[in-house]
């Protein structure tokens, strides 16, 4: 089966500029996530849809930040303005249908270098 | 936020050496699960184990729960210069449903030297 595509690979901005992450996710999986990953850390949540739903974006800086997933297929996360602590890797996830947490699968991220 | 945190943030060894890392959290889990990252790529699963497990193997994978102290460790034996990466460690909620969150570590970064 296809993996987890994301465009663009690699994206270079100067501050307040905007930019766009597009993901899609592997067929049939229900469940998308967006992450944020400064170098040298964790992932941390930034949006998790359930189909066309959101399920959490308690972490989702709203006043520049959004994400979409009109269809309940592939998603796309905007950040406008951008400011230089955005600098990190988009990382696009997705999980089966069914209850619980089990595995995630990755794509292989969008880094954003805000100048 | 991070629940999880790895121990040791980093660890060199010699290609055939076996490599332990250590996870701690603090809240009740469902399940613990662990990834992998190559410089550069995204994360990919490498093993899942339940609250009720513990231990579990996965090929040169042997991942141990302990609930009473609220860790796992994650050992990898013979290793190879291909296993060079970060292993992050994830943490399920109790939590029903889809509102079942996870909860990730900051990493161990493994490099083995060939």
New interface residues.
């Given amino acids: 089966e296809a993996g ?1 595509a994301q465009s663009p690979r690699y994206k270079i901005i100067e501050k307040r500029q905007s930019v766009a992450f597009w993901c899609n996710p592997i067929s049939g999986h229900a ?1 998308l996530y967006w992450y944020q990953q400064i170098l ?6 930034l949006i ?1 849809f ?1 189909n066309n739903g959101v ?2 974006d308690s972490q989702l800086p709203k006043d520049r930040f959004s994400a979409e997933r009109l269809k309940g297929v592939d998603s796309t996360l905007k950040i406008q303005p951008a400011k230089l602590e955005d600098s990190a890797v988009y ?1 696009c ?1 997705s999980r089966r249908p069914g ?11 969008s ?1 954003l270098t805000v100048l | 936020s991070q629940q999880g945190e790895e121990d040791p943030q980093a660890l060199s060894i010699q290609e055939g050496e076996n490599a332990t890392m250590n996870c701690s959290y603090k809240t009740s889990i469902n399940n613990l699960q662990w990834y992998r990252q190559n410089s550069g790529r995204g994360l990919v699963h490498l093993i899942l184990i339940r609250s009720n497990e513990r231990e579990k193997h996965s090929g040169r994978l042997r991942v141990t729960l302990d609930t009473s102290k609220k860790s796992s460790s994650l050992l990898i034996t013979a290793s190879r210069a291909a296993d060079t990466a970060s292993y992050f460690c994830a943490t399920a909620s109790p939590n029903a449903g889809n509102n079942r969150k996870l909860i990730w570590g900051l990493g161990t970064s493994l490099a083995v030297n060939p």
């Fill in positions: 987890v469940t040298g850390q964790g992932p941390k949540l998790q359930q399920v959490d990382l996830a209850l619980g947490t089990g595995e995630l699968f990755f794509g292989e991220g880094r």
